[in-house]
C-alpha cells in the first residue's frame, strides 16, 4: 500500500501510478470497449443483413414464381374466354357460373351455421376431448392431493382390434396451448391409430376446459406422474410405458421425465419448442413476438382481465396470424370452391380448433416466463415449484425427438438445441446412460407432425415401431433415417438406420447463436415490467373486474364471436338453412370448363398472394425491428446478466465423475454378459451406423435369449451404461481385459459367435467392422473368421411341436 510520499517519489513510478498514468489505462479501455461495441454493433448489422436478404431472397423467389404461373394462368383465361365467346356460349357460362356461384355461397354459408351449431353444442358440453376412439375415465387429477384439470382415458379399441395388456402400453399427452385435447387421436391414421393397430394398450392424457381452483402448472406434472404410475400398475408384465408429447405436451413430457428419473420408459417428443430463443435468421418470425408486443405482462393482464383465467383463444389468435393468407383467407376460400363435398372435413377440423380452453394464470405465467421468454429450462434455472429445479440431465428414458424443417411455429433449432444446451458433448451423454434419438422431416408444418396421416403411416409408425429395438441402442446421440424400400398392398416398408451424431451435427442446422443474445435484454426487461404491473396496475384492475365482466370478455372473443353469431339461434341464419336445403335439391353446377371458375380460382390465388406478400413484408420488419430495439449496445449491457448459460463441464472433469471411475475399476470384471455387451459396444462405436436390421438381432440376443432374458430392464441397462463407458474412454484395454471376462474355450467361442451373428453376412461389414471382428478372434485365441453366421447362437433348439416355445418368443419380441 502507498503511503503519502510514494506519490511524489519518481523512483516509486511506476510500481505507484500517477494520475497520467490513470488516464492512458483509461484510455486503452475505452478503446477496447469501443472496438468491442463497434464489433457488436457490426455483428448486428451482419444478422439484419441476413435477414434482410433471407427474406427479400424469399420473397424474390417465391412471389415471382407465383407471379409467373398467374400470368401464365391469365394467358389461358383469356384464350379460354376467347373460345368461349367464339362458341357463342360467353353468356351461357357467365349465367351458368353466377347461379352456381349462388348456390355455393348458400352452401358455405350452411356448413359455416353448421360450424357455429357444433361450436355451441361444444361448448355447451364442456368441450369434451374429440377423439374419433370410445374411451372411459381411468384417474381423475381432481382427485390428487394436488388437484388438476388433468385426466387419464383409457382407449377402447375399436371392433376388430385387440390389443395385449402385456405389450408395452402408450401414454400420450396432448398440448394445452389454447385448444383442446385429442388431436393425437382424431384420425384412423393417427398416433392412437398406430399403436392400436400393433396391439399395444394406449392412454389418452386430456385435460378438462377449465383449470382446478389454484392449480399450477406443478400439479400438472404430479397429476400426470400419477398417471404413469397407474398405467404402470395396470400392466406389471409389460416393458414401461412409452410417453408422447405433442407440441406443448412435449416440453410437458420432458419435465414430467426430469421431475420423476424413476420413469424410465422411452418418451417421444414431437414438435416440442424447448430451446426457444433460437432459430435461424430470417426464417423463425415466431420467436420475436415477446420483444416486439411485450412479454409476460401482457398475459398476466389478459388473465385478470378473465378473473384469473387465461383464455386459450387469445394463443388461437396468434396462431392464425401467423400464416392469415391460410387461415382467414384460403380456408374459407377453399370451403367455398368446393362446398359439395368439403363439409365432412372442415367441420372435423374446427371442432378441435374452435375449442378453446382456458389456463390460470400461475401456469400462463411460468409458461411464458420460464420458457419462451426467459428461456430458464434450457439454462438449467427453471423452478417447477419452490425448492424443485428442473433438470434435463436427470432423465433417464430414452428420448426420442421429432421435428421438421417445415414447422414455422417449432423449427428444429427450437426442438434440438436443448440437447447442445445441456450436455458438454457425446461422451456426457453416454456418461449419464442416456440415449437419444432425433429425426428431422423435410416438409411437413407444425400441425402435420401431429394429424397427418402420411405421417402416421411413416414417421410415427417407423418410431412406434423401433421403440422395440431402440433400447439396444448404447448410450448416445443418434440420428434415425427412414428410407422407402417396398410398396405392397397399400403399405411402404421402411429400412430405418441410426447414425451415431455429435453436438456439432446439431449446431449445423442452425446458423450460430449470436442472434440470441438479444434475447437476454428481452428476458430481464420482461421481468421488470412483470414486476411494475404486479405492483402499480394489477390491483385496480383486479379491482374493476367481476364475474360477469371477466365471462363477457370471454364470450366477446372474436374467436367465439366468428362462430357464434353464424349458429342457428342467430335468426338471420334461419333463411340459410332453408336455402341450403332447397339448392341441395335443385342443385346444377357449372361445368369443370367454365371460364368463369378459372378466373374465380385466379382471384383467390391473387388475393393469398397479396396476403402472403404483407405477411412477408410484416415478417421482415418485425425481425430486423427486434434487433434494431434489443441488439443496440444499450440493450446489450442491459441484457448481459440473463446472457448466462448453464455450466457444462470439461472432458477432464467427466472422466473424473464417480461413474466412469467405478466404470473402469470394473474394467476386468465380468463374465460373459459383460463380455458380449462390451463387444457389440465397440463393434456399434467403429461402426458409427447401425442399420435396423443389426439393432433387431442386437435386441433379440439381449432381450430375449438366455442368459441375458433373465437380467430385467434395469438389470440390462446398468450393464450397457457401464461397457459402454469403459469402450467410450479406454478402448485399448477394453479389448484387451475380455480373456479376463471369457476364461473357457467354451465360452470365448459361443461369445464371438454372437458377436458375430449381430451385424449379419460378411460381405454386408465395413471393412473397419470385419478388422476389428478379427481383432477380437485373436485377442481370445481364436481362429480367423471363415463364414457367416445366419442362426443365433444362444436361440434354444426348436422340439418338434413345441409351439409354447415359439408363443413365448412371439410375446416376448411382441413385448418390446
Known amino acids: 500500500m502507498a503511503n503519502l510520499y510514494d506519490f511524489t517519489d519518481p523512483r516509486r513510478q511506476p510500481v505507484i501510478p500517477h494520475m497520467e498514468s490513470d488516464a492512458l489505462a483509461r484510455l486503452g ?108 375415465l381411468v384417474m381423475d387429477g381432481a382427485d390428487l392431493p394436488f388437484s388438476s384439470n388433468y385426466v387419464l382415458l383409457r382407449i377402447v379399441p375399436p371392433e376388430g382390434v385387440e390389443v395385449h395388456d402385456w405389450k408395452r402400453p402408450y401414454i400420450i399427452i396432448d398440448p394445452r396451448a389454447g385448444h383442446g385435447p385429442g388431436i393425437g387421436g382424431f384420425k384412423p391414421d393417427s398416433q392412437v391409430g398406430v399403436a392400436l393397430r400393433d396391439g399395444h394398450p394406449v392412454y389418452f392424457v386430456a385435460f378438462r376446459r377449465v383449470p382446478a381452483p389454484g392449480q399450477r402448472l406443478s400439479h400438472v406434472t404430479r397429476s400426470e406422474a400419477a398417471f404413469v404410475r397407474e398405467v404402470m400398475r395396470r400392466h406389471p408384465d409389460a416393458a414401461k410405458p412409452v410417453v408422447t408429447g405433442n407440441c406443448q405436451g412435449g416440453w410437458a413430457t420432458l419435465l414430467l421425465a426430469a421431475t420423476n428419473p424413476d420413469l424410465t420408459g422411452p418418451v417421444v417428443i414431437n414438435g416440442a419448442p424447448v430451446s426457444t430463443w433460437s432459430g435461424t435468421v430470417g426464417d423463425t418470425p415466431m420467436r420475436y413476438t415477446a420483444g416486439i408486443t411485450g412479454g409476460t405482462w401482457i398475459p398476466m393482464l389478459l388473465s385478470d382481465l378473465g378473473g384469473g383465467l387465461f383464455d386459450g383463444a387469445h394463443l388461437v389468435q396468434n396462431f392464425e396470424l401467423l400464416n392469415p393468407s391460410r387461415t382467414l383467407f384460403r380456408k374459407y376460400a377453399d370451403l367455398y370452391r368446393d362446398a359439395d363435398h368439403a363439409e365432412a372435413g372442415f367441420l372435423e377440423f374446427e371442432r378441435w380448433w374452435g375449442g378453446f380452453f382456458l389456463l390460470n394464470e400461475p401456469e400462463i405465467r411460468w409458461i411464458v416466463e420460464q420458457l419462451f421468454v426467459g428461456n430458464r429450462v434450457v439454462r ?39 440437447i ?105 426487461a420482461s421481468e421488470m415490467q412483470a414486476q411494475i404491473y404486479d405492483s402499480l396496475l394489477r390491483p385496480a384492475i383486479r379491482a374493476s373486474v367481476t364475474g360477469t365482466t371477466a365471462e363477457m370478455s370471454r364470450a366477446l372473443h372474436p374467436q367465439r364471436v366468428s362462430r357464434a353469431v353464424m349458429a342457428s339461434r342467430n335468426p338471420l341464419m334461419q333463411p340459410v338453412a332453408r336455402a341450403a336445403r332447397a339448392v341441395a335439391q335443385t342443385r346444377a353446377k357449372a361445368a369443370p370448363d367454365n371460364p368463369f371458375l378459372a378466373a374465380e380460382a385466379l382471384w383467390v390465388q391473387g388475393i393469398e398472394q397479396g396476403i402472403d406478400m404483407w405477411r412477408d413484408m410484416r415478417d421482415m420488419a418485425t425481425e430486423l425491428t427486434f434487433f434494431g430495439i434489443w441488439s443496440n449496445p444499450w440493450m446489450r449491457a442491459f441484457g448481459r446478466p440473463f446472457e448466462a448459460r448453464r455450466t457444462l463441464k470439461s472432458t477432464e472433469e467427466l472422466r473424473a465423475l464417480p461413474e466412469v471411475a467405478q466404470a473402469l475399476f470394473n474394467i476386468d470384471r465380468g463374465g460373459f454378459v459383460e463380455a458380449v455387451i462390451r463387444m457389440l459396444i465397440l463393434l456399434a462405436e467403429n461402426r458409427g451406423n447401425v442399420r435396423r436390421d443389426r439393432l433387431e438381432r442386437s435386441s433379440r440376443v439381449l432381450t430375449q435369449d438366455a442368459p441375458f432374458r433373465s437380467l430385467g430392464a434395469e438389470r440390462r441397462a446398468m450393464i450397457i451404461h457401464e461397457q459402454t463407458l469403459i469402450a467410450s474412454y479406454e478402448p485399448e484395454q477394453a479389448i484387451a481385459t475380455l480373456p479376463a471376462l471369457l476364461t473357457t474355450a467354451e465360452e470365448r467361442r459361443l461369445a464371438a459367435a454372437v458377436v458375430r451373428f449381430v451385424p449379419g453376412a460378411l460381405d454386408e461389414m465395413s471393412p473397419r467392422t470385419m478388422a476389428l471382428l478379427q481383432r477380437f478372434h485373436a485377442v481370445l485365441d481364436l481362429p480367423e473368421i471363415d463364414g457367416d453366421i445366419t442362426e443365433d447362437p444362444l436361440a434354444p433348439p426348436a422340439l418338434p411341436g413345441d409351439q409354447g416355445a415359439a408363443t413365448g418368443g412371439a410375446r416376448a419380441d411382441a413385448e418390446r
Open 29 to 136: 479501455e475505452a478503446l477496447t470497449e469501443g472496438m468491442a461495441e463497434l464489433e457488436a454493433g457490426a455483428a448486428t448489422g451482419r444478422i439484419q443483413a441476413r435477414a434482410a436478404g433471407r427474406h427479400g431472397q424469399r420473397m424474390l423467389d417465391s412471389h415471382s414464381t407465383r407471379a409467373q404461373a398467374t400470368l401464365a394462368a391469365t394467358g389461358a383465361l383469356a384464350e379460354q374466354l376467347r373460345d368461349a365467346q367464339g362458341a357463342g356460349r360467353l353468356a351461357g357460362d357467365w349465367a351458368d357460373y353466377l347461379r352456381d356461384a349462388g348456390e355455393r355461397t348458400i352452401l358455405a354459408l350452411d356448413i359455416l351455421r353448421k360450424r357455429g351449431d357444433q361450436f355451441l353444442a361444444h361448448e355447451a358440453a364442456g368441450c369434451p376431448p374429440v377423439l374419433i376412439y370410445d374411451y372411459e
Open 380 to 418: 438449467n434455472e427453471a423452478r417447477i415449484e419452490r425448492g424443485r429445479p428442473v433438470d434435463l440431465k436427470a432423465i433417464r428414458a430414452p428420448i426420442i425427438v421429432f421435428a421438421s424443417r417445415g414447422d414455422n411455429i417449432t423449427p428444429p433449432q427450437q426442438a434440438l438445441n436443448w
Open 420 to 524: 447442445t444446451e445441456t450436455y458438454a458433448d457425446v461422451t456426457e451423454i453416454r456418461i449419464r446412460g442416456q440415449r437419444i434419438v432425433y429425426m428431422v422431416h423435410e416438409k411437413v408444418g407444425h400441425l402435420g407432425i401431429f394429424v397427418s396421416s402420411q405421417i402416421a403411416r411413416r414417421e410415427h409408425t417407423e418410431v412406434a415401431s423401433t421403440l422395440k429395438t431402440i433400447e439396444a441402442l448404447a448410450p448416445g446421440l443418434y440420428e434415425m433415417t427412414i428410407e422407402d424400400i417396398t410398396e405392397r398392398d397399400g403399405r411402404t416398408s421402411f429400412t430405418v438406420g441410426f447414425t451415431e451424431r455429435t453436438l456439432d451435427d446439431i449446431r449445423a442446422l442452425d446458423d450460430g447463436d449470436a442472434d440470441e443474445r438479444p434475447f437476454a435484454a428481452v428476458a430481464r
